[in-house]
């Protein structure tokens, strides 16, 4: 391997009429309920960075996951080098030269640098053994090449920073001379001079040939860094060509300029005094200084990017994350939650993002699941009440339409909608007066979302109130009072939802001018 | 999933059944009811301790710490018994409960406040807890001489033809059937053992329920403590040495998950008599020591084997999801 400078001037201007390096062609891709991705295609050219753009749930993971070996298409087909190709496995991918960098790269912490590169195909001795010494050069040759000559070879990789980490996983994709490089928000979680340093690399990848496929929520990275551009929206491809020749807001635009797909319930919103108050609240590193009202009988929608600092500011409320500075208030008394039994206490509930993992308690039955907040009420003299727990939950899931046979039935054998159910359920039974909502409908079926967001209609007309994260635009827009925009942990604007348009949303989440 | 376990508890009674019917074949006294009742109360105790295990267990979190606690505890009512021998047995039972809570409630802190993974806590403890009844006893057994005869008679006295030893496992069956399936603290105990961070954003607090757990444990590890010393009239710093393996072992062929979350009360008390016949019916068919460990060793790993299938089956379940997701 030879040295080159990673130097923007080096690199060849994309040849207009290279052939793709890898493409793809008609590829669908669905789970029971979802349509992950519908006859989609993409083209990815020797020394070119092309940018994968959508929102939330456009199927920008689905589609990494086929080119990475871990999901199979139902229908289409991948070609690599104009030879097609079946991607079976993660090493299938792995053989043809495709290699993905996660946010959080895939490595281990607790090997070395050399050995972090060389892993599964490090040189032997003539005894079978590893042959430590070349592994050591060959890895200090690799990095040398890369500019990243200032890792130690012999450092373990916990003692990295991410950055550095990201290096090490470029570094493994050269020495098993991966053509294929996907990078899947690797920005996410670097300070600004690390991403200056990621680009400089990703234009040494560029110079060496290699096809990049770029994944961000960034606008501004989209345009410094990649030469094409593919726009991904419901799991369909809806436009590609090079960026020199597109603009910010065209692109907005066909990220978000769809069909409607399912109607929105309609609602006469009868909004009162302000309920919940949440005044300079802020959290050490996640958000700053946030500040705004929910009145009764109102849904708030907090629109941003993943990593805006919603989620967190929820669990702030919820008392899960403890604050550094500001204050709730319920109904005009100081709330100081310490625990989410204390918020629930205060009739403050939160309906968190990851079902799976935050939400259902699998292999317990559904009744089980709907009464666990609410033990204290379903049970006498410390004794519980399997009567009481029933009706708790035969009442509240039969107003989700729950679709279960029995309410003894296991949760973990409900398909997402119905958990989704089974846990906004649990959170009504304990008669809350703020219900907030993270995600309520990602990932789930058509079906299960037109009863979620009724239902929200059917709460705020019973004079709740609601808060409502979410990414999906079409909720915000279709659901929402009013929208908070989050942008890197602070409040970027609060819009009346009059009038209100998807691109003026995407504009503020992202900073970009409009 | 539910079935599942089920079917688990069923298998262990019919295991239990095909072991009484064996041995009936050498030697048919075993099987009469009798004899099964003695077979009960021989294994008492050990259910006892099992079903203080489980609640830990189900926690995600186990007591290595439990015999241990047993032998301080009996220590220390044998010598309170010899000392004062005009104390009240009652109030002796009630200080054994007393003294394995405050033992079991320091296990319960240091995993609650400290964060400190509990097998290393509890490896701790079990040998502090040794040590002390060393200091306690200054390395001198209580004999049955020093002990009084109501110390020594109580559990053997008969009740509806059972001896009381027996009426006591029933009782604590009994009281773990209730606090596990009947009460907001069972409830929680599984719930925080199947998915703490859901149980989390349910309000429920996980350290304090992993305390409550080991107070249990160790209460029931107190009460064993008198139960012990009273049976084998013996009161030394060896008493129970290495008996957490059993109990343990009692839990794992039980069908509780080491994993937390799965198991029931009818669990632990089946793999205890297992264990309890295994141990009690194989010397009478003169099968060797040495065949009966094996066979011991072999149920738990027959156990693990079949609880691991379970979980792998739910494992994938919950994939399917996270793919549509």
Same mark, same amino acid.
């Given at each position: 391997?030879?040295?080159?400078?990673?130097?923007?001037?080096?690199?060849?201007?994309?040849?207009?009429?290279?052939?793709?390096?890898? =493409?793809?062609?008609?590829?669908?891709?669905?789970?029971?309920?979802?349509?992950?991705?519908?006859?989609?295609?993409?083209?990815?050219?020797?020394?070119?960075?092309?940018?994968?753009?959508?929102?939330?749930?456009?199927?920008?993971?689905?589609?990494?996951?086929?080119?990475?070996?871990?999901?199979?298409?139902?229908?289409?087909?991948?070609?690599?080098?104009?030879?097609?190709?079946?991607?079976?496995?993660?090493?299938?991918?792995?053989?043809?030269?495709?290699?993905?960098?996660?946010?959080?790269?895939?490595?281990?912490?607790?090997?070395?640098?050399?050995?972090?590169?060389?892993?599964?195909?490090?040189?032997?001795? &003539?005894?079978?053994?590893? !042959?430590?010494?070349?592994?050591?050069?060959?890895?200090?040759?690799?990095?040398?090449?890369m500019?990243?000559?200032?890792?130690?070879? !012999? =450092?373990r990789?916990? !003692?990295?920073?991410?950055?550095?980490?990201?290096?090490?996983?470029?570094?493994?994709?050269? *020495?098993i001379?991966?053509?294929?490089?996907?990078?899947?928000?690797?920005?996410?979680?670097l300070? #600004? /001079?690390?991403?200056?340093?990621?680009?400089?690399?990703?234009?040494?990848?560029? *110079?060496e040939?290699k096809?990049?496929?770029?994944?961000?929520h960034?606008?501004?990275?989209?345009?410094?860094?990649?030469?094409?551009?593919?726009?991904? &929206?419901?799991?369909?491809?809806?436009?590609?060509g090079?960026?020199?020749? =597109?603009?910010?807001?065209?692109?907005?635009?066909?990220?978000? @300029?769809?069909?409607?797909?399912?109607?929105?319930?309609?609602?006469?919103?009868?909004?009162?005094?302000?309920?919940?108050?949440?005044?300079?609240?802020?959290?050490?590193?996640?958000?700053?200084?946030?500040?705004?009202?929910?009145?009764? @009988?109102?849904?708030?929608?907090?629109?941003?990017?993943?990593?805006?600092?919603?989620?967190?500011?929820?669990?702030?409320?919820?008392?899960?994350?403890?604050?550094? &500075?500001?204050?709730?208030?319920?109904?005009?008394?100081?709330?100081h939650?310490?625990?989410?039994?204390?918020?629930?206490e #205060?009739?403050?509930?939160?309906?968190?993002?990851?079902?799976?993992?935050?939400?259902?308690?699998?292999?317990?039955?559904?009744? /089980?699941?709907?009464?666990?907040?609410?033990?204290?009420?379903?049970?006498?003299s410390?004794?519980?009440?399997?009567?009481?727990?029933f009706?708790?939950?035969?009442?509240?899931?039969?107003?989700?339409?729950?679709?279960?046979?029995?309410?003894?039935?296991?949760?973990?054998?409900?398909?997402?909608?119905?958990?989704? /159910?089974?846990?906004?359920?649990?959170?009504?039974?304990?008669?809350?007066?703020?219900?907030?909502?993270?995600?309520?409908?990602?990932?789930?079926?058509?079906?299960?979302?037109?009863?979620?967001?009724?239902?929200?209609?059917?709460?705020?007309?019973?004079?709740? *109130?609601?808060?409502?994260?979410?990414?999906?635009?079409?909720?915000?827009?279709?659901? *929402?009072?009013?929208?908070?925009?989050?942008?890197?942990?602070?409040?970027?604007?609060?819009?009346?939802? /009059?009038?209100?348009?998807?691109?003026?949303?995407?504009?503020?989440?992202?900073?970009?001018?409009? | $999933?539910?079935?599942?376990?089920?079917?688990?508890?069923?298998?262990l009674?019919?295991?239990?059944?095909?072991?009484?019917?064996?041995?009936?074949?050498?030697?048919?006294?075993?099987?009469?009811?009798?004899?099964?009742?003695t077979?009960?109360?021989?294994?008492?105790?050990?259910m006892?301790?099992?079903?203080?295990?489980?609640?830990v267990?189900?926690?995600?979190?186990?007591?290595?710490?439990?015999?241990?606690?047993?032998?301080?505890?009996? $220590?220390?009512?044998?010598?309170?018994?010899?000392?004062?021998?005009?104390?009240?047995?009652?109030?002796?039972?009630?200080?054994?409960?007393?003294?394995?809570?405050?033992?079991g409630?320091?296990?319960?802190?240091?995993?609650?406040?400290?964060?400190?993974?509990?097998?290393?806590?509890?490896? +701790?403890?079990?040998?502090?807890?040794? +040590?002390?009844?060393?200091?306690?006893?200054?390395?001198?057994?209580?004999?049955?001489?020093? $002990?009084?005869?109501?110390?020594?008679?109580?559990?053997?006295?008969?009740?509806?033809?059972?001896?009381?030893?027996?009426?006591?496992?029933?009782?604590?069956?009994?009281?773990?059937?209730?606090? $596990?399936?009947?009460?907001?603290?069972?409830?929680?105990?599984?719930? %925080?053992?199947?998915?703490?961070?859901?149980?989390?954003?349910?309000?429920?607090?996980?350290?304090?329920?992993?305390?409550?757990?080991?107070?249990?444990?160790?209460?029931?590890?107190?009460?064993?403590?008198?139960?012990?010393?009273?049976?084998?009239?013996?009161?030394?710093?060896?008493?129970?040495?290495?008996?957490?393996?059993?109990?343990?072992?009692?839990?794992?062929?039980?069908?509780?998950?080491?994993?937390?979350?799965?198991?029931?009360?009818?669990?632990?008390?089946?793999?205890?008599?297992?264990?309890?016949?295994?141990?009690?019916?194989?010397?009478?068919?003169?099968?060797?020591?040495?065949?009966?460990?094996?066979i011991?060793?072999?149920?738990? %790993?027959?156990?693990?084997?079949?609880?691991?299938?379970?979980?792998?089956?739910?494992g994938?379940?919950?994939?399917?999801?996270?793919?549509?997701?």
């Amino acid at each position: 391997m030879h040295t080159t400078a990673p130097k923007a001037e080096l690199k060849a201007p994309p040849p207009a009429n290279a052939a793709p390096l890898l =493409a793809l062609s008609g590829v669908s891709k669905s789970f029971p309920g979802v349509r992950a991705l519908h006859n989609v295609s993409l083209s990815l050219y020797p020394g070119q960075v092309t940018a994968l753009i959508g929102e939330n749930g456009a199927g920008k993971s689905t589609l990494v996951k086929i080119l990475t070996g871990i999901y199979q298409p139902d229908s289409g087909e991948i070609s690599v080098g104009g030879e097609p190709v079946h991607l079976t496995s993660a090493h299938k991918a792995f053989e043809h030269g495709i290699t993905a960098i996660h946010q959080e790269t895939v490595l281990f912490d607790d090997l070395s640098v050399a050995e972090n590169i060389f892993l599964g195909h490090a040189p032997r001795t &003539r005894f079978g053994t590893i !042959d430590w010494k070349t592994m050591r050069a060959n890895a200090r040759e690799v990095l040398d090449t890369m500019h990243a000559g200032h890792i130690d070879a !012999d =450092a373990r990789l916990r !003692d990295l920073g991410i950055a550095n980490k990201h290096l090490v996983a470029v570094a493994r994709a050269m *020495s098993i001379d991966a053509r294929i490089v996907i990078m899947d928000e690797p920005t996410a979680a670097l300070s #600004a /001079k690390e991403i200056e340093e990621l680009f400089l690399l990703i234009e040494f990848l560029k *110079s060496e040939g290699k096809a990049i496929l770029f994944i961000s929520h960034k606008f501004d990275e989209i345009f410094r860094i990649a030469d094409r551009y593919t726009v991904f &929206r419901d799991g369909e491809m809806v436009g590609e060509g090079l960026l020199a020749d =597109a603009t910010q807001s065209a692109i907005v635009k066909m990220m978000v @300029g769809r069909a409607v797909d399912h109607i929105f319930p309609e609602r006469e919103p009868n909004i009162g005094a302000p309920v919940l108050a949440v005044s300079d609240l802020s959290h050490p590193t996640e958000f700053d200084g946030i500040s705004f009202e929910l009145h009764k @009988g109102e849904i708030l929608g907090f629109y941003g990017l993943v990593g805006a600092g919603r989620s967190e500011l929820m669990q702030a409320i919820f008392g899960i994350t403890r604050t550094s &500075r500001g204050a709730i208030s319920l109904d005009g008394k100081a709330l100081h939650p310490k625990s989410a039994a204390d918020a629930i206490e #205060a009739g403050i509930v939160y309906v968190p993002e990851e079902r799976g993992r935050q939400g259902v308690v699998t292999g317990m039955p559904i009744f /089980k699941n709907a009464s666990l907040p609410s033990l204290q009420r379903t049970s006498k003299s410390g004794v519980l009440r399997l009567k009481e727990e029933f009706d708790l939950a035969r009442r509240y899931t039969g107003r989700l339409d729950l679709r279960a046979s029995s309410l003894s039935q296991d949760v973990g054998t409900l398909s997402g909608g119905n958990q989704q /159910k089974v846990v906004i359920a649990k959170w009504l039974a304990t008669r809350p007066k703020v219900i907030i909502l993270d995600e309520p409908t990602k990932g789930i079926d058509i079906g299960s979302k037109a009863a979620v967001h009724g239902f929200m209609a059917e709460l705020v007309a019973e004079g709740l *109130s609601v808060i409502m994260v979410s990414s999906e635009l079409p909720e915000i827009l279709g659901m *929402s009072d009013r929208v908070v925009v989050m942008r890197e942990g602070h409040i970027a604007a609060i819009y009346d939802n /009059k009038n209100l348009d998807a691109e003026t949303l995407v504009q503020t989440a992202a900073g970009i001018a409009a | $999933m539910k079935s599942l376990a089920k079917h688990r508890e069923v298998w262990l009674v019919v295991a239990i059944a095909a072991l009484i019917a064996l041995v009936a074949t050498r030697f048919p006294g075993f099987a009469r009811l009798g004899n099964l009742a003695t077979v009960f109360n021989d294994t008492s105790i050990l259910m006892i301790l099992a079903l203080g295990q489980m609640a830990v267990i189900l926690t995600r979190s186990i007591d290595l710490s439990m015999a241990a606690n047993l032998a301080f505890t009996g $220590m220390a009512v044998a010598m309170l018994n010899s000392a004062v021998p005009d104390l009240p047995l009652p109030l002796l039972i009630v200080s054994a409960l007393a003294i394995g809570l405050v033992l079991g409630s320091i296990n319960g802190l240091l995993v609650w406040k400290l964060d400190i993974p509990s097998i290393v806590v509890t490896l +701790g403890t079990l040998t502090i807890y040794r +040590g002390a009844t060393f200091v306690l006893s200054g390395g001198a057994w209580v004999n049955a001489d020093q $002990m009084s005869p109501a110390f020594i008679n109580f559990q053997r006295a008969s009740l509806l033809g059972l001896p009381v030893l027996s009426w006591i496992a029933i009782l604590v069956i009994a009281a773990f059937w209730l606090v $596990m399936t009947r009460t907001p603290l069972g409830r929680s105990i599984y719930a %925080i053992g199947v998915n703490p961070t859901a149980s989390v954003y349910a309000g429920i607090d996980v350290g304090r329920t992993k305390f409550v757990a080991f107070c249990i444990s160790g209460m029931v590890a107190g009460l064993s403590g008198y139960l012990w010393v009273s049976r084998y009239v013996i009161a030394s710093v060896e008493v129970a040495n290495g008996y957490e393996l059993s109990i343990i072992a009692a839990c794992v062929i039980g069908g509780i998950s080491i994993a937390g979350g799965i198991g029931s009360v009818a669990g632990a008390v089946l793999g205890a008599l297992f264990l309890g016949i295994i141990q009690s019916a194989l010397p009478v068919i003169n099968v060797s020591p040495f065949w009966q460990m094996a066979i011991s060793g072999s149920a738990i %790993i027959l156990a693990v084997l079949l609880n691991a299938r379970g979980e792998r089956e739910q494992g994938r379940i919950i994939l399917k999801k996270a793919e549509a997701a």
